[in-house]
């Protein structure tokens, strides 16, 4: 069906998923405990273009621009996510190591998209950088 996955469409999420990637990765990228964060996930990687998709991941799991680190010239917060499977602490502690006078936060969760599973968090880690309070 031609229509599968497309906002609006009633169909079942296994009738989406047919490539049958997207609901392992939503699982892996969310993180445990984050069934909110993994459910939008898995409907944003169903309704995604296969095509798009392909392209999206070669240029994420093959690109490599550590070269390009030292380089950065503007402040800058590196947020980790403690349990992260998609990018381990050391990839984060890189990151911080090679950019210079950058901040690294490690937020206390499991999960690749903290801005989803404790946006809270994420907020006030934001906002300290920018020295702007949290809001109440």
Do not use: K, Y
């Amino acid at each position: 069906d031609d229509r599968a996955g497309h906002a609006g469409n009633d169909d079942s999420s296994d009738d989406r998923n047919h490539l049958g990637w997207q609901t392992p990765l939503s699982g892996l990228v969310a993180g445990a405990d984050h069934d909110e964060a993994r459910l939008e996930l898995e409907d944003t990687f169903c309704r995604t273009q296969p095509e798009v998709a392909a392209q999206f991941a070669e240029v994420t799991f093959r690109g490599d621009n550590r070269s390009d680190l030292e380089r950065v010239a503007a402040p800058t917060l590196v947020l980790q996510v403690r349990d992260d499977a998609i990018a381990p602490m050391t990839a984060g502690e890189f990151v911080s190591e090679h950019v210079a006078g950058s901040r690294l936060v490690v937020l206390e969760t499991r999960g690749h998209v903290p801005h989803l599973s404790v946006p809270t968090a994420v907020v006030a880690a934001i906002g300290e950088f920018l020295r702007v309070p949290a809001p109440a």
